[in-house]
Antibody, heavy 121, light 112 residues
């Protein structure tokens, strides 16, 4: 059974870079799309972007200038970097894996438990 | 404001049937992109309920069903149970602004 676990600092200062890692166990990272999704307090889910195991990426257009998602196949991990953060980036961040794509939209069958990142000085 | 519009809340008594709508536009659902549904309990990981408009992953009860028509989709839950109380999100793909996966704003289901 594939399991995902987020890790990283729970507190980031405004204007700095948020960095999170997702460790994948129970399966190889060498297939599927690997994604980051967040949920600000009291709000809904927001897709941030995903990376294919080969390195190709797609990001949410409004976040594209600040987001980088990388994959490390040797460690079975992928990571998120979000630069120039503000309080609006405070959220629970989930890593997720697609289970497939149908008619142009990919769906997420595996999720981490999520990690709260607070942006504050 | 989400590109996919869901009612903020719905409610029903145990045993009843409820539906949750997800309204999009010609750049997402109406363009033919499939819709997927998730159940999210606070403090837990979201769970995939329906994929490809109407398909249930293994282990999801057949009380949950999905449909799509035109620029909208719906999730139906029959035989409502107390444990169904959760937030529900639809998800699809949108082609505007270079394209991205998108979620609805979420619907809180209360079992009375």
């Amino acid at each position: 059974q594939v399991q995902l676990q987020e890790s990283g600092p729970g507190l980031v200062k405004p204007s700095e870079t948020l960095s999170l890692t997702c460790t994948v166990s129970g399966g190889s990272i060498s297939d599927f799309y690997w994604s980051w999704i967040r949920q600000p307090p009291g709000k809904g889910l927001e897709w941030i972007g995903y990376i294919y195991y080969s390195g190709g990426t797609t990001y949410k257009p409004s976040l594209k200038s600040r987001v980088t998602v990388l994959v490390d196949k040797s460690k079975n991990q992928f990571s998120l970097r979000l630069s120039s953060v503000t309080a609006a980036d405070t959220a629970v961040y989930y890593c997720a894996r697609t289970s497939g794509c149908s008619s142009g939209s990919c769906y997420f069958g595996y999720w981490g438990q999520g990690t709260l990142v607070t942006v504050s000085s | 404001q989400s590109v996919l519009t869901q009612p903020p809340s719905v409610s029903g008594a145990p045993g009843q049937r409820v539906t949750i709508s997800c309204t999009g536009s010609s750049s997402n659902i109406g363009a033919g992109y499939d819709v997927h549904w998730y159940q999210h309990l606070p403090g837990t990981a979201p769970k995939l309920l329906i994929y490809g408009n109407s398909n249930r992953p293994s282990g999801v009860p057949d009380r949950f069903s999905g449909s799509k028509s035109g620029t909208s989709a719906s999730l139906a839950i029959t035989g409502l149970q107390a444990e169904d109380e959760a937030d529900y999100y639809c998800q699809s793909y949108d082609t505007s602004l270079s394209g991205s996966e998108i979620f609805g704003g979420g619907t809180k289901l209360t079992v009375l």
